[in-house]
């Protein structure tokens, strides 16, 4: 450990900085505490909500991990250190920005999930990927696969949701549930990687919600296929009916 902090103090004096020993003490216990964030079952978790939390909010994702990333919160592994970049964090929360009031809008909401179905599931499959892909490729296939599942089943979800919805008169619904997703990404990145086996049982709860919501709400779900289907046919969509 003291060599540690000799090749930190050396370090600092090549880039003109002249700190003492112990400044150097507390940049290595610093480090110490980030880098032991990345073990397994933290990994894991980060894995799992990435795909998950991707099909609500992929931009969001992008932004909040990158954003941790940069700013030492959260050590990122070697895969997703391209999310700590400043022109992906731009970009990121730009498109963040405009996803926030384009799903709080009603029927807006639902084109702009259709458009994204072709994005969100990829992408969660790839961050989920890049948790360890960098290291071990195995686990980084394994982890896409699942990732991009478990994107899949989330927006699934919250289609189907958003579907049952806006058949409603009023407009308050729609942003109230709107704000509650945002709420849901920030608190799944959060509980991931601060309590994994916590979130591993959260995460069990939410994909057991989310297939009996499918279940209750399958004429919607299949309302929001048919919309997808005439979206992506290049013919006119047309608003179903769920009660037929």
């Not at 032991?36 to 073990?39: P, S």
């Not at 929001?224 to 997808?228: A, E, G, K």
């Given at each position: 450990m003291d060599d540690l902090w000799l090749h930190i103090v050396q370090w600092l004096h090549t880039v003109g900085l002249h700190v003492d020993a112990g400044t150097a003490r507390e940049v290595a216990g610093g480090m110490a505490q980030v880098t032991?964030?990345?073990?397994m079952p933290r990994l894991i978790a980060l894995a799992a909500a990435l795909g998950w939390a991707s099909g609500f909010r992929l931009y969001?994702?992008?932004?909040?991990?990158?954003?941790?990333g940069s700013t030492g919160l959260l050590a990122l592994p070697a895969g997703l250190h391209v999310l700590q970049n400043p022109?992906?964090?731009?970009?990121?929360?730009?498109?963040m920005l405009v996803e926030f009031f384009a799903d709080k809008v009603p029927w807006i909401d639902s084109t702009w999930d259709a458009?994204?179905?072709?994005?969100?599931?990829?992408?969660?499959?790839?961050?989920?990927?890049?948790?360890?892909?960098?290291?071990?490729?195995?686990?980084?296939?394994?982890?896409?696969l699942l990732g991009g599942s478990l994107a899949a089943t989330s927006m699934a979800a919250k289609m189907t949701t958003r579907a049952a919805v806006n058949t409603s008169p009023e407009p308050f619904s729609n942003g109230l549930v709107s704000l509650f997703e945002d709420g849901l990404v920030v608190g799944?990145?959060?509980?991931?990687?601060?309590?994994?086996?916590?979130?591993?049982?959260?995460?069990?709860v939410m994909v057991v919600l989310s297939?009996?919501?499918?279940?209750?709400?399958?004429?919607f779900l299949r309302a929001?296929?048919?919309?997808?289907s005439s979206f992506f046919g290049g013919s006119q969509p047309v608003v179903e009916n769920p009660n037929v």
């Open positions: 032991q964030k990345l073990d969001a994702v992008v932004f909040l991990v990158g954003l941790m022109l992906v964090l731009v970009v990121a929360g730009s498109l458009i994204h179905t072709v994005i969100r599931v990829p992408g969660g499959a790839l961050l989920a990927a890049g948790v360890f892909g960098a290291d071990n490729t195995t686990m980084g296939v394994i982890a896409g799944v990145v959060w509980l991931s990687t601060q309590h994994p086996v916590a979130f591993g049982f959260a995460l069990v297939v009996l919501l499918l279940m209750v709400l399958f004429k929001v296929l048919r919309r997808l």
